[in-house]
C-alpha cells in the first residue's frame, strides 16, 4: 500500500485547503483511514480518520466544526476539508492506513509523506 498525500500550502487565517490522500493497492471496508499533524517541536497528534467501508467518521476535539474527512471509494481517495484554519493549523499533515480505528499513531502502519500547511495570521 501506498499513500500519496496532496493540497498543502500557505493559507491565512480563515480560509480554506482541501487535501487529498490516494491510496494504491488493496483496501478493505473495515480499514481506517486517518489524517494526523505535526508542528515542529510537537509530536504527532490525530486529526480525524475515516472507515472505508461505512464512511464513519472521528475527529479531534480541536478541528470538530471546522474540518471534515470523506472518501471516494472509486477513486480509492481521502479528503480533509479544512475550513476556518488558524494559525495553530500549521503543520505537515500526513495521511496513514490502520486495521481498525485508533486516534494513536502508532496503531496506524502506513503512511503518506506529509504535506505542509502553513496558516499566515
Known amino acids: 500500500v501506498q499513500l500519496q498525500a496532496s493540497g498543502g500550502g500557505l493559507v491565512q487565517a480563515g480560509g480554506s485547503l482541501r487535501l487529498s490522500c490516494a491510496a494504491s493497492g488493496r483496501t478493505f471496508s473495515s480499514h481506517i483511514m486517518g489524517w494526523f499533524r505535526q508542528a515542529p517541536g510537537k509530536e504527532r497528534e490525530f486529526v480525524a480518520a475515516i472507515r472505508w467501508g461505512t464512511g464513519r467518521t472521528y475527529y479531534a476535539d480541536s478541528v470538530k466544526g471546522r474540518f471534515a474527512i470523506s472518501r471516494d471509494n472509486a477513486k480509492n481517495t481521502v479528503y480533509l476539508q479544512m475550513n476556518s484554519l488558524k494559525p495553530e493549523d500549521t503543520a505537515v499533515y500526513y495521511c496513514?492506513?490502520?486495521?481498525?480505528?485508533?486516534?494513536?499513531?502508532?496503531?496506524?502502519?502506513?503512511w503518506g509523506q506529509g504535506t505542509l500547511v502553513t496558516v499566515s495570521s
Open positions: 496513514a492506513r490502520a486495521l481498525s480505528y485508533s486516534d494513536n499513531p502508532s496503531s496506524y502502519n502506513y
